[in-house]
């Protein structure tokens, strides 16, 4: 029987962003985002540890020595995320000598083989929204230098934040990460509080993945993408 490709469950915590403290208040949104991770316990098997990272490229890496580790070339990738980050596809001329910042390290995963599926849960549900995310992600595989990239085309799903658990559910991942991103994730005083709540109760989080110094830049330009370097976790 044929080993099951492994599955890495990420969670940018900037998707918790749709629970807006304006509309919702600080206590309900403590509570929703409570209940999510109740949800995601109950319906999903989960490994013990879970990494903590700053910044979401910090991701790349973390899959490569994950993957090593279990013997695995490539993983399905589930991104619970408000951003694809597969942008700027056509920028991206030379994968051996372009920068990775968190907003194009996928693309980077997928040239070097190691997603087998992504799925991207994005938590924009507003009117024509979702389908517009989906031409936009579509758009940026095949304006893709890479055949691997361009590839994801047929191998990937969006879906907004009410199709999460039907995602999710009963799947069991083998490597979990949780993504801080200091330069978008809202009501940070709220959210990073009851997540450390939630690890230090039910997880043993790794905190301190050391790929790199920066943090993204909201603009992204070239100059002010941090490099990282993982050429030597990539020979599985």
């Not at 619970?80 to 001329?93: G, L, T």
């Not at 043993?204 to 993982?230: F, M």
Request: charge should be positive; glycine fraction near 4%; hydrophobic fraction near 40%.
């Amino acid at each position: 029987m044929p080993r099951r490709m492994p599955n890495i469950l990420s969670l940018d915590l900037d998707w918790f962003n749709w629970i807006k403290v304006e509309v919702y208040g600080k206590p309900m949104k403590k509570q929703m985002i409570l209940d999510f991770f109740a949800h995601l316990r109950l319906r999903c098997t989960l490994p013990t540890t879970v990494a903590i990272m700053t910044e979401h490229h910090y991701l790349y890496p973390w899959c490569a020595e994950t993957l090593k580790a279990m013997g695995a070339a490539r993983a399905n990738i589930y991104n619970v995320d408000e951003h694809h980050d597969f942008y700027w596809m056509s920028d991206i001329d030379d994968f051996n000598t372009h920068i990775v910042s968190c907003a194009n390290f996928f693309a980077f995963m997928a040239h070097h083989g190691m997603i087998g599926k992504y799925h991207w849960i994005t938590n924009d549900e507003t009117r024509g929204k979702l389908e517009s995310h989906r031409r936009e992600l579509k758009r940026e595989f095949r304006q893709s230098h890479s055949r691997s990239v361009k590839a994801m085309g047929q191998r990937h799903t969006t879906n907004g934040c009410k199709k999460i658990w039907d995602v999710l559910d009963q799947k069991t991942f083998d490597g979990f990460a949780i993504v801080k991103s200091l330069d978008y994730t809202m009501d940070q005083d709220v959210v990073f509080s009851v997540v450390d709540r939630i690890m230090k109760r039910y997880f043993t989080p790794i905190h301190g993945v050391k790929v790199g110094r920066n943090k993204c830049r909201a603009d992204y330009w070239p100059q002010e993408r941090p490099s990282l370097n993982v050429k030597h976790l990539l020979s599985v």
